[in-house]
């Protein structure tokens, strides 16, 4: 029979406070044997062990980890934790920061707008405080739907509008545009067979760069001239609807090699990718195979980094990234930042780094909006909606960029 064990109440010499550990994560109480520091190590040790009580007073760093569990059980998808856990923690913890010993009954409009301000001198841009407030006001619904707090708490909270375009602070996000085709053309030859693939076949159906993760030969259906390709997990997916890409025939050519395989296997796979490259790099060896390392004889029995069965979104965006550093020509010294630095060093090296990476690559999700934005030119409107899988229009507006030469003609026109 498994069983939790009490966390220890613990000394930090550095600081004299009292923490706990819990999860793998360090709480700090106050100072030690203080009842303030007694207190609140005993709500947080009750909430951990989910005996958590309605009714009682309970400390936003308890309500916090009390909602984190129930999040890791409720965003699921395909038997494993969503994306939105991990939204949830980077909103919450300027709040556990500044607020964490306060009373959650005690948390008002004011200290919702001490929180927002660390978010914006923290330099993120307007639209993504907004979602984080959001996420925040949404833990405390939690709470009030569990009794932890009382309603007037949200309603209060409520009262706090979100941050208006150029009415703060907030710097404002960097509009997504389209990626051109010449430059898409210059990145392919420097990015593995594999990854190139991969950015074909998504420019010519304009979808997300997930879904192109996670293509199967099982979820292609070829019964009809166009095929259909059914992603067994999408954005909508916990909406109940239904997604269609249509895969015309230039996209057929491209992904046909890759369903000679079993139907349960991903067509697009790092760990081919990568055997791919050492067969190239094997054809390139000009050393005679009695000298030096033969191949598969120099590679550690358990690398920190294994190649996986299926790209995620994160790396195929990092290998476009790589690609569009070689063809772009990104300097040596930015590419790979010398260990020998100083922090100071190294910070500096890494802004430049990013700084030049934003004016010179681009990411996979452009790719959608230059197709729609392609589409809607030559077909309207209604056709990038339907091909890009929108419900409504006002959604395509944002991923299809107007033809503003249209508008130019009609001027030219009547004007």
Not at 258 to 286: D, G, I, M, V, W
Request: aromatic residues 6%.
């Amino acid at each position: 029979m498994s069983f939790k064990r009490k966390p220890a109440y613990l000394l930090h010499k550095a600081t004299g406070q009292a923490r706990v550990r819990i999860d793998r994560k360090d709480h700090y109480l106050g100072p030690h044997g203080s009842p303030q520091s007694l207190e609140r190590y005993n709500a947080l040790v009750t909430a951990w062990f989910g005996g958590g009580q309605t009714g009682v007073p309970i400390s936003i760093d308890c309500l916090a980890l009390l909602y984190l569990q129930y999040a890791k059980g409720y965003y699921v998808k395909d038997g494993q934790e969503t994306g939105e856990v991990d939204n949830l923690r980077d909103a919450l913890k300027p709040l556990i920061r500044l607020c964490g010993t306060l009373l959650a009954a005690d948390f008002g409009p004011l200290k919702l707008k001490t929180v927002r301000q660390s978010m914006i001198e923290s330099g993120l841009c307007r639209t993504t405080i907004n979602r984080r407030v959001d996420r925040i006001r949404r833990m405390f619904r939690w709470a009030v739907e569990n009794e932890y707090v009382t309603a007037h708490v949200v309603t209060a909270l409520d009262t706090v509008p979100g941050l208006r375009r150029e009415r703060s602070a907030a710097r404002e996000p960097e509009p997504v545009m389209p990626v051109s085709s010449a430059i898409v053309e210059a990145t392919l030859p420097h990015l593995p067979k594999v990854v190139a693939d991969m950015v074909s076949f998504q420019r010519l159906t304009g979808c997300r760069p997930g879904e192109v993760c996670q293509i199967r030969p099982c979820d292609v259906d070829r019964s009809d001239e166009v095929w259909v390709f059914r992603p067994a997990s999408h954005k909508s997916q916990h909406h109940g609807r239904e997604r269609r890409i249509f895969v015309g025939p230039k996209a057929q050519a491209i992904l046909l090699p890759y369903l000679l395989r079993s139907p349960e296997a991903y067509c697009f796979s790092p760990l081919e990718s990568e055997q791919q490259r050492r067969a190239a790099a094997h054809e390139r060896r000009k050393t005679p195979l009695s000298c030096g390392n033969r191949p598969g004889t120099n590679r550690r029995a358990t690398r920190q980094h294994q190649a996986r069965d299926r790209y995620v979104k994160a790396a195929y965006a990092r290998a476009v990234v790589r690609g569009c550093a070689v063809a772009f020509g990104m300097p040596s010294d930015l590419r790979k930042i010398s260990k020998g630095l100083t922090a100071k060093e190294r910070k500096l090296a890494k802004e430049r780094a990013a700084a030049w990476r934003a004016e010179h690559c681009w990411s996979p999700n452009q790719l959608r909006h230059t197709a729609a934005t392609e589409i809607r030119q030559r077909f309207g409107l209604e056709a990038a909606q339907a091909a890009l899988g929108h419900r409504a229009a006002d959604v395509t507006q944002i991923y299809a960029e107007r033809d503003f030469g249209l508008a130019a003609s009609v001027a030219k026109q009547i004007g």
